[in-house]
């Protein structure tokens, strides 16, 4: 075990550090900046479904789910085309509306999940065309769907779903820009994502760096039993995603939710000393987004942010500033959610528990 943790104390850190790499290898030889393309071998031959096709309706459970809820918005911006995510546990029971003419992406990394497996079933009685974004190679998902595209991040052992989030989202990200040419987007604009998608790898590694800054800040605020995971536009889902983690590993009870949602309720639980995690990187939002920072400071609350490299400003308003460098609001889930994984696993050590084995948590669940 010693050898397979490299020098790690945990399999989950050494998979949030080895995310640089994980990323290379999802994107080698899909994302060809040199001929301007997105190539998914595993799409090959599906042109015509993805061009004429009505809906996406993207599925998962869990951390899967999370990222499903950014393919929403990366299938709408970049492709043009509605998209919802769907806890594939509740697809299954409302008569959803899936017909010829839907693509069904069903988002897992063991490719095992029960939920996930059954609204799969359903989908495809109902005329759907299922594809999968799998980790797990050989897994039933992609068995049971008829294409699709594997993560190709490496086995994931911690139990918190870190490198397979990361790939999830990189995957759809691809596969949004590889329907998107074949419907709306130009080729300036497929050339732009090109570039960016093909550096994100060295911005993670610049972002892990600050490991050692990320567990200083979170002493700080460790002691305390509840906090808000607060986030705009594609950094919402990236809230959601630093709650569960924080929830999973620490047992702190954290929710996240849409920044602008905190003045209708929540606002209510802000006290003295409750910190409260804002992903405020640039882009449309961001003004609205320190305003309710301001609010939450007005309140007493310990402010932990997310923002970008040369975001001077943030620094007036945060107790604590993790850094990422800044690119278009469609790639920014891909590194804004690494420091809530860092904040996470240091929360989850510093009160001690064993971050590889969270109590009731299983890797893969194979029940409904
Ligand atoms: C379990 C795991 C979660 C995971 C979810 C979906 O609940 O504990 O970490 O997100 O299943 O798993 P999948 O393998 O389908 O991604």
Not at 119 to 129: M, P, Q, S, T, V
């Amino acid at each position: 075990e010693e050898i397979e943790l490299g020098g790690y104390p945990h399999y989950m850190i050494k998979e949030i550090m080895g995310q640089p790499e994980s990323l290379r290898t999802c994107f080698r030889g899909r994302v060809d900046t040199r001929d301007g393309r997105v190539v998914l071998g595993g799409l090959t031959g599906l042109s015509r479904e993805l061009v004429r096709a009505k809906r996406v309706a993207l599925i998962g459970q869990g951390t899967a789910f999370h990222a499903g809820l950014i393919g929403e918005y990366l299938f709408e911006d970049l492709a043009k085309i509605p998209a919802r995510a769907h806890y594939a546990s509740e697809l299954r029971y409302r008569n959803p509306i899936i017909e010829e003419g839907t693509v069904v992406v069903a988002v897992s990394q063991s490719g095992e999940t029960a939920d996930t497996l059954a609204a799969i079933a359903e989908a495809k009685d109902r005329g759907a065309l299922a594809l999968g974004a799998v980790n797990v190679v050989g897994s039933s998902i992609p068995r049971e769907t008829d294409a699709g595209v594997y993560l190709r991040v490496g086995p994931e052992i911690g139990v918190a779903s870190t490198k397979a989030f990361v790939g999830q989202v990189a995957v759809l990200t691809m596969m949004a820009l590889y329907m998107g040419k074949r419907r709306y987007l130009s080729q300036a604009d497929l050339d732009g994502y090109l570039a960016e998608l093909e550096r994100i790898p060295d911005h993670v590694a610049e972002i892990v760096q600050q490991s050692d800054h990320i567990k200083e800040a979170v002493e700080d605020v460790v002691t305390r039993d509840n906090w808000l995971f607060l986030g705009r536009g594609y950094n919402y889902p990236v809230a959601l995603e630093g709650a569960l983690k924080l929830k999973e590993i620490s047992y702190i009870h954290a929710e996240g939710m849409p920044a602008a949602e905190m003045k209708h309720g929540p606002i209510a639980l802000i006290d003295e000393g409750m910190p409260v995690v804002f992903v405020a990187t640039g882009g449309s939002q961001y003004s609205k987004v320190i305003s309710n920072i301001e609010e939450v400071k007005a309140r007493g609350g310990r402010v932990l942010a997310v923002a970008d490299e040369g975001d001077t400003q943030i620094d007036r308003y945060a107790d604590h500033v993790f850094r990422v460098p800044p690119v278009s609001e469609p790639l920014q889930p891909l590194l804004t959610v690494v420091p809530l994984q860092l904040l996470a696993y240091h929360a989850a050590v510093l009160r001690g528990h064993d971050v590889d084995k969270p109590r009731n948590l299983a890797k893969s669940v194979t029940v409904e």
